[in-house]
C-alpha cells in the first residue's frame, strides 16, 4: 500500500483504512501535501493493525510535516507488538528533529529483528541519537540495523553512544551506518567504530558511508579492518573509493 500523489482525494488515513488483520504494510508520502493532522490520523488508523509483523513507512520531501505529526506516528508504531521487521525512512524533511526519535519506545518491540531508521537531513542532532542507542537494549533480538543520518549534526559523541549500545546486541549479524556529510565526524569515530568490531564478532555484513566527513586518517584503519577476520561482505565508502571483500 503506498499513498502517493497518484491518489488523487485520499488521504493517508483513508488509504490505511482496510484489513485490519493485515501483517504488512507499506506507506509512503512522497513530494505530497500533508499535514501533521493527517499524520495523526494516519496514527490512529495504524493503531487498528495489530497484527502488523513488517512496517515499511516513508516520508520523502514533506515540507509540512513537523515533529508534531511525526511523534504521533512513530510512537503509535512502538506499541505493536507483533512487529519483527520495521523500516521508519524520514528524508529532507527540516521540519523533524530529536522530539521525534525521543517519541520511540522500543520497550514493547521486543520481537525487532531488522530495524531501518533513516533521518537524512533532518534536524536530529546526538541528543536524539544517544536516545536510539538507548532504546536499543530493548531490542535482544536485533540481528540487522541499518541507520542512515546522512547530512545532519551527528558528531563523534553520538556515534560512540551508538557503538557503545551495538556492543551489547548479541545476535547482530549485519549493520549498515550511513553518515555522508556529516561535517563533525573525525577519525575519533572510526576508533569506535573498530572497537564495535572487536567485540561484536556476529558481524558478517557491514556496510560504513564516510563520504565528505572528517574522518581522513580513520578511513585507512576501516580500510584495514576489512582484514581483521572473514567478512561476507564489508563495503567502506569514501570519497573516492569503495572497498570491499
Known amino acids: 500500500m503506498r499513498y502517493l500523489e497518484s491518489d488523487p482525494g485520499k488521504t493517508g488515513a483513508e488509504a490505511l483504512r482496510v484489513n485490519p488483520n493485515l501483517t504488512r504494510l507499506s506507506f509512503e508520502l512522497d513530494k505530497v501535501f500533508a499535514s501533521d493532522e493527517e499524520l495523526h490520523e494516519v496514527s490512529e ?3 487498528l493493525l495489530t497484527r502488523l509483523t513488517i512496517i515499511s ?10 515533529d508534531k ?14 512487529l519483527s521487521n520495521l523500516r521508519f525512512i524520514v528524508e529532507k524533511c527540516r521540519g523533524l528533529t530529536d522530539q521525534t526519535l525521543y517519541s520511540l519506545d522500543c520497550s514493547n518491540l521486543t520481537s525487532i529483528t531488522k530495524l531501518t531508521l533513516t533521518f537524512k537531513q533532518t534536524g536530529v542532532s546526538d541528543n536524539g541519537l544517544g536516545f536510539l542507542a538507548h532504546n536499543l537494549n530493548h531490542l535482544p533480538l536485533l540481528s540487522s540495523f541499518n541507520l542512515n543520518v546522512s547530512r545532519t549534526s551527528i558528531s563523534d559523541i553520538g556515534v560512540l553512544q551508538l557503538t557503545e549500545a551495538l556492543s551489547n546486541r548479541p ?3 549485519t549493520l549498515s551506518l550511513y553518515m555522508e556529510g556529516c ?3 573525525t577519525s575519533v569515530s572510526a576508533r569506535y567504530i573498530l572497537v564495535l568490531l572487536r567485540i561484536r564478532t ?9 563520504k565528505r566527513t572528517q574522518m581522513r586518517l580513520g578511513i585507512k584503519s576501516l580500510q584495514q579492518a576489512q582484514f581483521m577476520r572473514k ?3 564489508f563495503i567502506l565508502l569514501t570519497r573516492r573509493n569503495r572497498s570491499h571483500t
Open 231 to 233: 567478512f561476507d561482505r
Open 57 to 66: 513507512f516513508k516520508i520523502y520531501r514533506v515540507a509540512s510535516v513537523t
Open 45 to 47: 488508523s495504524l493503531s
Open 183 to 185: 561535517r563533525s565526524i
Open 202 to 210: 556476529t558481524l558478517v555484513d557491514v556496510i560504513f558511508d564516510v
Open 69 to 82: 505529526g511525526c511523534k504521533s506516528t512513530i510512537s503509535t508504531i512502538g506499541k505493536l507488538p507483533a
Open 171 to 173: 545476535h547482530l549479524s
